[in-house]
Structures are given as structure tokens and as C-alpha cells.
């Protein structure tokens, strides 16, 4: 059997071949995977991972697609989606697959009358991606809530308690890893159903006023910038005029720093520096992933050289 037919004996038809991660991406950005699976059990996941064993095969797993720069050149191996798409709510916990959407789980949750979720109304992507970068916006992040989570590594299942995750700023041990994350459990509180939707519609509209949600991106481009010393906060309040709340964050938003270097609307090609928010690199229609990298090398080297900050990518590079 050639592979393909190897991966359709498990998968059926949600193996594509050749397949443009464009298609996939929020970016709109991507050149083919040799395969994209779609994976909808635990049991499909292990068989696609047998294959690649087997084959010799490298694997990418792919969440919701949103927060990714996928290569022109495309990935040379299977791309496998997670598309376990179920939860289950008993009492204020909430175990969710991966491959739930955050949002989806957002409202689920509010319907519910459980609080702690809302902020995840407006945040793209799935849950299995947001809880390994730890993803955050509106004063939530994925780590206030996730008690554990279940992982498959190797050939065994894992449930990782709350502080071997290690979350952080943008981060998790499973963000270092091979661990792929099967589904989260998370523990939230009783609140009014109706007092937690109208909550829902204030993220969004706030999301919709400050940042470019129509075109193609990967969201926030860079991780804002975490200053160490009492010496480089001294240095930046002067240099920088660093806004208050930035001083006490100790935190440097990397959307205002790109605003302040008069990077807005800078173009590549199609790649370009939203007009809205400064941490967003947008696809105008046609941009190929090397135009988004020479935008992010421009950023990061004005970054540096100006202000002497060393900008981090947020976004997650795949086919590199
Ligand atoms: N600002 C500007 N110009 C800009 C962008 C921002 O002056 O071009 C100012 C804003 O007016 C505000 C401050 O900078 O006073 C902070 O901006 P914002 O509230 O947009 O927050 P941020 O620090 O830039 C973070 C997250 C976002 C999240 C928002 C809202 C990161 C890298 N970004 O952005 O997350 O949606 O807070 O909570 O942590 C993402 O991770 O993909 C993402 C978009």
C-alpha cells in the first residue's frame, strides 16, 4: 500500500494530498503539505503516528491554523489536524478536546453559566493550540483556569497536572515538547448566564476596534517585550517615554513599539504592518511567507538597533 492509501485506510477521505496549508492558515499563507490528515479520535491519531514511524515521516500537528507561518515551499511530510471536537461540562469543571474551538468554548461555557472563559470569545484557534502558548487577551490567559492536561506521548497517555505545565507568559512545557495534546480540563466558577454573554459581546467588539480581523494574519506577531533588570526599565521609561501601565507590566507591548518606530503600513510585497495594530503583519491578498519574513527580519533589526529590544516571534513557524 502507498502511504496515501495507508492514511485513507484510517482516515478515509480527510487525507488530502498536496494539499496548500494556505487553505488552513489564518495568514492565507502556506505551500503544500505532502499530506493533510484530519484526525477526529485518539485511536486515528496513534494510527497516523504509526505511519509516520513506519515511513520515516516527519509530522507537524496543526491546530486551528492561527496562529502559524506556514512555508511556500510547504511541509515534506503529514500534517496532521486534531479534530476531536467534543466537551462535556459537569458542574463548574469542563474537560474540552483539542480540537474544540476556544471561542466555541467560550460561549459554551457562558451559556453555562460558568465564568472564566469569556476573554477566549474573540481568540482564534482551538483549545489544544491556546493552552500550549498559553494564550491570552482581555486580562485572561488559558493558564487562570486549565487544571490538566491529557497528552499523547509516544505511545502512552498522559494527564499533566497543573504545575508540571509550567505555563508562563506565552508558554508551557508541552510548547517543548513532543507531547501532543489531546484535551483540557478546566475548573471555573458559577456566574449569571446572561450578565457572562453580554460580557461576550464587550471582548469582541473590543477585539473588532483594535485589531485588523478582516485581512489574512497570524494574530499578534511578536511576544510583547518582558524587561529584566530595574536598569533597562530605567533605560526604557527614558528612551521609550514607556507608558504607565507598560512600567508596571514591566512589559513593553510590541504593537505600540512597532507604532512608535513609524512602522505601520510598511510593506513587502503582499506582506504588510496592519495600519490597526502595529503587532499585526497582514496578507493584502498575495504574500508568500518569504515577504513575511522579511518583514519580521525588518522589525526585529529596527527593534534592536533603535531601542535596543530584542523582539521574539509569537507566531509559530512550520515548513522552515
Ligand atoms: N498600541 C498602540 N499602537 C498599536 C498597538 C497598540 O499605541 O499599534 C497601544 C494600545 O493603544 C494600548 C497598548 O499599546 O494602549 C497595548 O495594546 P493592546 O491593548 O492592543 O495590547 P497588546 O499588548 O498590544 C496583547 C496581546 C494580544 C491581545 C491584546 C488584548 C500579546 C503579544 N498580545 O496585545 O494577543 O489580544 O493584548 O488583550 O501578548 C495574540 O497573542 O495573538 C494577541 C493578539
Same mark, same amino acid.
Given at each position: ?23 488552513h492558515t489564518n ?25 509516520? &514511524? ?8 496543526f491546530g486551528g491554523g492561527s496562529?502559524l ?23 463548574? &469543571? ?10 466555541? !468554548? ?10 472564566? !472563559? ?7 484557534g ?23 492536561? !491529557?497528552?499523547? &506521548? ?39 448566564? &446572561? ?61 505600540? !513599539? ?63
Amino acid at each position: 500500500m502507498t502511504i496515501t492509501q495507508q492514511l485513507q485506510a484510517i482516515v478515509g477521505t480527510k487525507c488530502l494530498e498536496n494539499e496548500p496549508m494556505s487553505k488552513h492558515t489564518n495568514f492565507r499563507i502556506g505551500g503544500p503539505a505532502k499530506w493533510f490528515v484530519e484526525v477526529r479520535s485518539v485511536e486515528e491519531l496513534q494510527n497516523v503516528l504509526d505511519v509516520a &514511524r513506519e515511513n520515516e515521516l516527519a509530522t507537524f500537528v496543526f491546530g486551528g491554523g492561527s496562529n502559524l507561518l506556514a512555508s511556500d515551499q510547504g511541509f515534506d511530510g503529514i500534517v496532521i489536524k486534531i479534530a476531536m471536537r467534543t466537551y462535556d461540562i459537569q458542574g463548574t &469543571r469542563v474537560r474540552a478536546d483539542a480540537g474544540v474551538l476556544s471561542s466555541g !468554548l467560550a460561549r459554551a461555557t457562558a451559556n453555562a453559566g460558568l465564568k472564566g !472563559l469569556t476573554w477566549a470569545i474573540s481568540l482564534p484557534g482551538t483549545v489544544g493550540g491556546g493552552v500550549r502558548g498559553n494564550a491570552g487577551c482581555f486580562g485572561g490567559e488559558m493558564k487562570d483556569h486549565c487544571t490538566s492536561v !491529557l497528552v499523547q &506521548r509516544g505511545g502512552a497517555l498522559v494527564e499533566i497536572g497543573k504545575d508540571d505545565l509550567k505555563f508562563g507568559y506565552r508558554e508551557s512545557a508541552i510548547k517543548h515538547s513532543d507531547d501532543i495534546i489531546l484535551s483540557a480540563t478546566f475548573e471555573l466558577e458559577e456566574g449569571d448566564a &446572561r450578565e457572562l454573554k453580554s460580557e461576550l459581546d464587550d471582548k469582541l467588539m473590543k477585539r473588532k476596534t483594535s485589531q485588523p480581523l478582516d485581512a489574512g494574519s497570524a494574530g499578534c506577531m511578536f511576544k510583547n517585550y518582558e524587561i529584566g533588570t530595574d536598569e533597562e526599565l530605567q533605560r526604557l521609561v527614558e528612551k521609550l517615554d514607556l507608558p504607565s501601565e507598560m512600567q508596571s507590566a514591566r512589559r513593553v507591548s510590541a504593537g505600540w !513599539l512597532i507604532d512608535k518606530l513609524g512602522l505601520k503600513g510598511t510593506q513587502i510585497g503582499g506582506a504588510k504592518v496592519s495600519d490597526v495594530h502595529g503587532n499585526f503583519v497582514v496578507n493584502t491578498g498575495s504574500a508568500t511567507s518569504d515577504e513575511v519574513v522579511q518583514l519580521i527580519a525588518l522589525i526585529k533589526t529596527r527593534a534592536r538597533n533603535e531601542f535596543g529590544i530584542q523582539l521574539m516571534e509569537e507566531v509559530q513557524y512550520v515548513g522552515f
